[in-house]
């Protein structure tokens, strides 16, 4: 496994070594994490979807609707439709009980003109318990222009509501012309990831995730295919 996933790495790093990050990096931040927000893998972005455009997002069995209300605020929906497959009106109450509702505004962002590298948001998802995050974004143009994205996430407990804890989360981007590699990591879960976002147009993109890469287990538990479209 660990042989298949360097060989994964060194056809994808290949294949897009040519390219140059130029000014795609706001189509391919412009994509749903696997919950359904505009992110990486799990962890969020400061970044939103732009002023009066649609993303929907589809990562194995999870689908996500997102909405720019301005070029600083997005609110969306997402559920898991795993084991959704006879409709019954119970099955139906039970996912919409388990939908996940977020939004998240762009409070501080970058401006290259003013020196000003960060970018800055705060964000609440609920799905079944309260999530509120902060997430903080800055690129390193003399560090092959990498990403660094932190943030901390205080949110209560499924099984006890009035218990809280909080927990930090980090993602490293590398942006080219026509992808985007990412390592995420929360503490939450202690689960690392890696990620491939290719773009297919400023209206499509495609992702390639292998999810908890320190336990991997079968092709269908740890690997993810998604898509996120815009309009």
Request: with cysteine; charged share 15%; glycine share 6%.
């Amino acid at each position: 496994t660990i042989y298949a996933l360097a060989f994964y790495v060194l056809i994808v790093c290949s294949a897009s070594y040519s390219f140059g990050k130029q000014d795609t990096y706001g189509y391919l931040v412009n994509a749903q994490s696997l919950y359904g927000y505009t992110g990486n893998i799990l962890t969020p972005s400061p970044y939103t979807v732009n002023e009066r455009e649609f993303t929907f997002g589809l990562h194995k069995f999870y689908i996500g609707f997102n909405y720019g209300f301005n070029s600083q605020c997005e609110a969306g929906v997402a559920v898991d439709l795993k084991e959704y497959r006879d409709f019954t009106i119970d099955l139906f109450k039970q996912k919409m009980s388990e939908m996940a509702i977020h939004t998240k505004y762009h409070l501080l962002r970058r401006q290259h003109p003013f020196n000003q590298p960060l970018d800055f948001s705060f964000g609440i998802y609920y799905k079944q318990h309260q999530e509120y995050y902060l997430v903080v974004a800055r690129d390193f143009s003399n560090l092959a222009n990498a990403v660094l994205q932190t943030g901390m996430n205080y949110s209560n407990s499924l099984m006890n509501k009035e218990e809280w804890e909080l927990n930090q989360f980090l993602c490293v981007g590398y942006p080219t012309k026509h992808s985007y590699f990412l390592l995420d990591w929360n503490s939450s879960t202690n689960e690392s990831n890696f990620g491939w976002r290719v773009l297919l147009s400023p209206d499509i993109k495609i992702d390639l995730f292998i999810v908890n890469i320190g336990n991997i287990k079968t092709l269908f538990d740890n690997f993810v295919f998604g898509v996120t479209l815009v309009t």
